[in-house]
């Protein structure tokens, strides 16, 4: 009995990548990891699964419950897909403690499991880029941090964006101003947090709908809204909160981090204080930075921060850690809509398609292919048996720049005809120096002469 015809179809929230696509992605990705080794920062990979023990309890109730479980049958181990790289990072440095040397700096650019309902720009798998700096207390490697994120973005392209900066110590402080601590300080976390999307209003009513008195929301929203200049920011909220022994810490060390990134070349037009600004995870203890790219606003594209308790879970002691994550799959979103890529991004691989006009000369093009792959040229082969237009057909249908003619002709004078498609434009050279025309005809723009 035959068996059923299966349905083409994907798991929601999950996603192919067609060649064009993945030209686009590995584009990007390029940049990123050239920055990152530009920072002077390690590749490091970790596995999909960790034991659930290793994630759970580290990222806040909120997020917890978008971790997938995994077992296999019969297993004993309790096992989670990653739901970001930090979590990874901090079991690493511990478990590896003999082998690293402190600080230590390493970025991994891997893919991150997340039971989210799917929607544009938020996927259930999707890739990240992460980079963190451990065994540094001092605020010049979070100014590191935003200054490899300015530096990034710039990279690829994107004019328009903020890097956000707020202090988790700062909003403590804030809560505490208020009269709020314990849980209702989460609870006032979690509101706040919303602030982008519900607004300042929307915010207010959510504080006094948790049970907050209106004079102490009344206080909370006149310090998160300063509309005033970054460091002029810094110097009101001291003026208010400057008794408190944790608000102190939290504006020294922004003020901190103003300085380095005003030694780093960082501009103030690429960074911002803003108090609104939380990140839902709860392992931050310090400063916290968020980027958005503000035309169009398609929410953040990077998010991070200080957590210097986290790798303490997984050793004797802890160590002082920041970093961040890029967002890869929005950035690479918005460059589409941005129209960002180069214009040979998304084509083909393939620099150079060899011809055979007949299975009499199908040796000599084989061995030319060869030719031009040894010569560096990205190559391929005709391998079906269609006429010599319909070959040149399929390879301008897939945007490949040039066409390499092998005729009887050409083959008895030792030489090669090379059409470049875009324009029709051909030469002729010796068989010898067809590897080196190849690229010269790829290199030359439409129209110029040889």
């Not at 179809?9 to 696509?21: C, T």
């Not at 601590?181 to 999307?197: Q, V």
């Not at 031009?372 to 070959?391: H, N």
């Amino acid at each position: 009995m035959p068996q059923a015809k299966i349905k083409p179809r994907l798991p929601k929230g999950m996603r192919d990548f067609l060649p064009q696509e993945m030209l686009k992605r590995d584009y990007v990705f390029g940049i990123v990891r050239d920055v990152f080794h530009l920072y002077g920062f390690e590749p490091l990979q970790t596995p999909v699964l960790e034991l659930n023990e290793t994630l759970m309890g580290k990222y806040g109730e909120d997020a917890e419950k978008l971790i997938f479980n995994a077992q296999h049958p019969g297993g004993k181990e309790e096992l989670s897909l990653r739901y970001d790289l930090t979590v990874p990072l901090a079991r690493v440095v511990a478990q590896y403690q003999s082998d690293i040397a402190l600080p230590f700096k390493r970025y991994q650019l891997s893919p991150v499991w997340r039971a989210e309902r799917p929607q544009r720009g938020r996927y259930r798998e999707f890739y990240q880029c992460d980079a963190d700096i451990v065994g540094v207390p001092g605020m010049s490697a979070d100014a590191e941090i935003i200054s490899l994120v300015v530096t990034a973005l710039r990279r690829l392209g994107f004019q328009q964006f903020a890097v956000k900066i707020n202090n988790r110590k700062l909003l403590t402080a804030i809560g505490q101003y208020a009269g709020v601590e314990g849980e209702p300080l989460a609870e006032l976390y979690r509101s706040i947090d919303k602030f982008d999307k519900i607004g300042a209003e929307g915010v207010r009513e959510e504080l006094i709908k948790r049970g907050l008195p209106g004079d102490v929301v009344t206080k909370i929203m006149e310090l998160i809204q300063t509309n005033l200049p970054s460091l002029e920011q810094l110097d009101y909220l001291e003026s208010v909160l400057g008794d408190q022994p944790e608000a102190a810490e939290a504006l020294s060390e922004l003020r901190a981090m103003a300085d380095h990134l005003s030694d780093a070349g960082v501009s103030l037009q690429f960074y911002e204080f803003d108090f609104t600004m939380v990140r839902g995870l709860g392992y931050y203890t310090g400063p916290i930075f968020e980027t958005v790219i503000t035309e169009p606003n398609l929410g953040s594209v990077t998010g991070g921060g200080r957590y210097d308790d986290l790798v303490g879970l997984f050793r004797g002691e802890s160590l002082p850690t920041t970093g961040t994550s890029l967002g890869i799959e929005r950035l690479i979103d918005l460059m589409d809509i941005l129209e960002l890529y180069p214009a040979h991004i998304g084509g083909t691989v393939v620099q150079a398609f060899v011809t055979v006009f007949s299975d009499e000369t199908r040796a000599h093009s084989a061995r030319l292919a060869a030719e031009l792959r040894a010569g560096g040229v990205r190559t391929e082969l005709y391998m079906q048996d269609k006429t010599v237009g319909k070959q040149l057909n399929q390879a301008d249908k897939k945007g490949i720049p040039v066409v390499v003619l092998l005729g009887p002709d050409e083959i008895a004078a030792d030489q090669v005809k090379l059409k470049r498609l875009r324009d029709g434009h051909e030469v002729v050279t010796a068989r010898a120096q067809a590897a080196a025309a190849v690229q010269e005809l790829i290199a030359l723009p439409s129209g110029q002469p040889e």
